[in-house]
């Protein structure tokens, strides 16, 4: 199982909305409504920040938001601040014995 | 609040064996589904398994499938991670993760959830 494609790097200045891609194949991405997106600050934990393509857990900010698009999944950061520099994962279900992948990571940049 | 609390993490040369603990707490851990998922060093993250709230069901990546074997203990609220003839390749940080909305029919997985808190991870390094 490959590891979804998503951007090295995306940066934006404070404000600003940026939009991180993920595209992986009709077997996972395109296959099932179970994206979800993680935030990792350096030496952190992975945080969930959406599920099932556009859902936001409670205490994430709404300036968060997900979509999807046959096979490429797209997370948006809207009024951009210094907090959301971070990296980000995005992970699908892929119905195989491996049973979730993840992303390639994109470093976000708030310059 | 939820923790989960990864533990026996270090150095171990190739070929030799290591087991991973998890101490949960914060919520009812006989209820969840936990994840093992790892993170080489300045790499990004590998699902390694899930094993089902009663522990009756495991599921593994193909890359740790015989070598690795994911266990719990209810009674303590306690995850294991047994890791089994390691390579070089599995040098990561391992965390437990617990699951959300996983649902499993007859060993068929009918809904998939999410990775919802995390551990703050145990560094396994596989070196000789």
């Known amino acids: 199982q490959s590891a979804l494609t998503q951007p090295a790097s995306v940066s934006g200045s404070p404000g600003q909305s940026i939009t991180i891609s993920c595209t992986g194949t009709s077997s996972d991405v395109g296959g099932y409504n179970y994206v979800s997106w993680y935030q990792q600050h350096p030496g952190k934990a992975p945080k969930l920040m959406i599920y099932?393509?556009?859902n936001r857990p409670s205490g994430v900010s709404n300036r968060f938001s997900g979509s999807k698009s046959g096979n490429t999944a797209s997370l948006t950061i809207s009024g951009l601040q210094a907090e959301d520099e971070a990296d980000y994962y995005c992970s699908s279900y892929t119905g195989s014995s491996t049973l979730a992948v993840f992303g390639t990571g994109t470093k976000v940049t708030v310059l | 609040q939820v923790q989960l609390v990864e533990s026996g993490g270090g150095v171990v040369q190739p070929g030799r064996s290591l087991r991973l603990s998890c101490a949960a707490s914060?919520?009812?851990?006989?209820?969840?589904?936990i994840h093992w998922v790892r993170q080489a060093p300045g790499k990004g993250l590998e699902w390694v398994s899930l094993?089902?709230?009663?522990?009756?069901?495991?599921y593994y990546a193909d890359s740790v499938k015989g070598r690795f074997t994911t266990s719990r203990d209810n009674s303590k609220s306690t995850l294991y991670l047994q890791m089994n003839s390691l390579r070089a390749e599995d040098t990561a940080v391992y965390y437990c993760v617990r699951d959300h909305s996983t649902r499993v029919v007859r060993g068929v997985i009918t809904q998939w959830g999410y990775f919802d808190c995390w551990g703050q991870g145990t560094l396994v390094t596989v070196s000789s």
């Open positions: 099932d393509v556009n």
């Open positions: 914060g919520f009812t851990f006989s209820g969840s589904g």
């Open positions: 094993i089902s709230s009663d522990g009756s069901l495991e």
